[in-house]
């Protein structure tokens, strides 16, 4: 297979991506003592940075893998939410062109505190509440408004539990796609995690799905894990369901299902690696890559953003390179 030529072909692609967007904060510093006034380290600053999170970070992703994302999302009307949006504009390329402020909520800000390669502290500001029903038919009109503009490709479900997506969201935006036929992919969290229905691919990690169907099992045990995805397929009539395995790598349950081991690797953080195997999975199914192969690649790219520390999408350049090694 030329992934070199099939790769060409995301950059002709609309990808719309709704749900949470936040901002993730670092701190880098040293730490050589303890502080007098408590137990606690002496972090000694040494830069900060802001970088784009949650469903921002997935749009970033298939950015930089070349197809164009359009972000319909919720931000607070605040500092943060504008600096959020400054970003995706001036510094990423991305339009905030359907993403609307909601006064009465903060804009969500993950801020993560690190020392030697090790994150000492995360501190969340944010506000996990569900959108009022004002600012739902803002976000749906929003989304309507999108789909106006441009040939949507794919929608892609990002929900971080933080309030943006709702079972009202979910259902009509799942509706009219299944009537245009356009195809969806779903990153769940718990809260919605049975009003994603009728959709192409759903992909939770080993631990969103067990506490998503109420079971407890082995990451490891492969054949039971196969038993139940089915079954959930089944109740939940969504295509495929793709779950993430972290070191046993990726499962991947349809008409078949096919299991891929995790290429061995120095992992150094796994933040961000659910969103990359989100956005290349999609791009690969919708430019025709065989629904296992496209699985086998997500898993693979998801393996690279373990390498790199904090949440840092990789390119497509950096995705082909691997390929060609692994091939």
């Known amino acids: 297979m030329n992934f070199h030529n099939i790769f060409k072909q995301f950059d002709q692609k609309n990808i719309l991506v709704v749900g949470d967007i936040m901002l993730d904060d670092y701190l880098w510093g040293d730490v050589n003592r303890i502080s007098p006034e408590a137990p606690v380290p002496i972090l000694a600053c040494r830069n900060r940075e802001s970088r784009l999170g949650g469903a ?64 000492l502290l995360r501190i969340d500001d944010e506000t996990t509440k569900s959108l009022s029903p004002a600012m739902t038919e803002l976000l749906l009109a ?64 080993f631990k969103e799905f ?11 045990d492969i054949e039971s894990i196969t038993q139940h995805s089915r079954q959930f397929l089944s109740d939940s009539k969504n295509k495929y369901l793709l779950i993430t395995l972290s070191e046993h790598g990726i499962l991947l349950t349809g008409d078949k299902s096919f299991h891929f081991p995790a290429v061995k690797r120095d992992i150094s953080d796994v933040s961000g690696a659910g969103d990359t195997v989100i956005s290349v999975i999609t791009l690969c199914y919708i430019t025709d890559i065989p629904i296992d192969q496209a699985a086998k690649i997500a898993n693979i790219a998801g393996g690279l953003v373990c390498e790199k520390s904090g949440v840092v999408p990789i390119s497509k350049e950096e995705l082909l390179k691997e390929l060609d090694r692994i091939n």
């Open 56 to 119: 921002a970070n997935v749009a970033l992703n298939l950015k930089l893998l070349g197809a164009n994302p359009v972000l319909v999302s919720v931000v607070g009307d605040d500092e943060n939410g504008e600096k959020l949006k400054s970003i995706l504009r001036s510094k990423r390329d991305i339009s905030d062109a359907f993403i609307v402020s909601d006064p009465k909520r903060p804009t969500t800000v993950k801020t993560r505190i690190l020392s030697n390669g090790q994150q």
């Open 142 to 205: 929003s989304f309507k408004k999108a789909l106006q503009d441009f040939t949507i490709h794919a929608i892609i479900f990002e929900d971080y539990d933080k309030g943006v997506l709702n079972s009202e969201i979910i259902q009509s935006i799942t509706h009219t796609a299944n009537m245009k036929g356009i195809p969806t992919f779903a990153d769940p969290k718990k809260e919605n995690f049975f009003d994603f229905k009728n959709i192409t691919l759903f992909k939770p990690n």
């Open 210 to 220: 067990c506490s998503g169907i109420n079971i407890e099992i082995s990451a490891g």
